[in-house]
């Protein structure tokens, strides 16, 4: 959920001065940060979700001078939003727990014990949608997961979701999908040494 923002019960739905000004500075900053995008970021901004992402990737990516540590901050929130996003989305602790036929404490215990691939979200832990079937698990994901295990879930999760050189150029999720458990423990076992350079 993102943030909304409403009116000021106090001003009857009109603006007080100070809220017009800092609208106007606002826009001011985001008419200089616009006018300076190339078309194919406008394109990419256009395509977000809703506007908080579109404010988010206008400031990503906006030709302005900001601290590079912001830029990073930000980019970095935003590729996850976008890992998170792939293959399904992601499923509550109870959405996932439903799908397995367990408790919601026994996916947690699941994820815990590295079983289960959960990244920590605003609101507590986020399931991604792509490593359940309607038999259950992925094939193949438990011993992959138990093969990154010390990973950090951020790290595991773009292991599985962009291609990589290890894996032949493909993505280690379409490989367990195409049942090729070889080729994803290689990669993982690659993946790990190269964490640990």
């Given at each position: 959920m993102e943030p909304s923002f409403a009116t000021n019960?106090?001003?009857d739905g009109e603006r007080t001065l100070d809220e017009a000004a800092?609208?106007?500075?606002?826009?001011?900053?985001?008419?200089?940060?616009?006018?300076?995008?190339?078309?194919?970021?406008?394109?990419?901004?256009?395509?977000?979700?809703?506007?908080?992402w579109t404010v988010m990737e206008t400031l990503s990516l906006a030709?302005?001078?900001?601290?590079s540590e912001f830029k990073?901050?930000?980019?970095?929130?935003?590729?996850?939003?976008?890992?998170?996003?792939?293959?399904?989305?992601?499923?509550?602790?109870?959405?996932?727990?439903?799908l397995l036929g367990v408790s919601?404490?026994?996916?947690g215990k699941r994820r815990a014990a590295?079983?289960?691939?959960?990244?920590?979200?605003?609101?507590?832990y986020?399931?991604?949608?792509w490593q359940f079937t309607d038999r259950g698990m992925l094939p193949g994901l438990e011993d992959t997961l138990r093969a990154l295990r010390g990973e950090d879930a951020w790290s595991v999760l773009t292991f599985f979701l962009e291609s990589d050189a290890a894996s032949g150029n493909e993505r280690p999720l379409d490989l367990l999908r195409a049942g090729r458990l070889?080729?994803?423990?290689?990669?993982?076992?690659?993946y790990g040494e190269q964490a640990a350079v």
């Open positions: 019960p106090d001003t800092l609208l106007a500075r606002v826009m001011r900053y985001f008419d200089g940060a616009i006018r300076g995008l190339r078309k194919q970021d406008r394109m990419v901004i256009l395509r977000a979700p809703d506007d908080f030709p302005v001078a900001e601290s990073v901050r930000l980019r970095g929130a935003l590729a996850r939003r976008r890992l998170l996003q792939m293959e399904g989305g992601v499923l509550s602790p109870s959405s996932a727990a439903a919601r404490q026994a996916v590295g079983m289960l691939l959960g990244v920590e979200g605003p609101r507590g986020l399931y991604p949608a070889d080729a994803v423990a290689r990669a993982a076992e690659l």
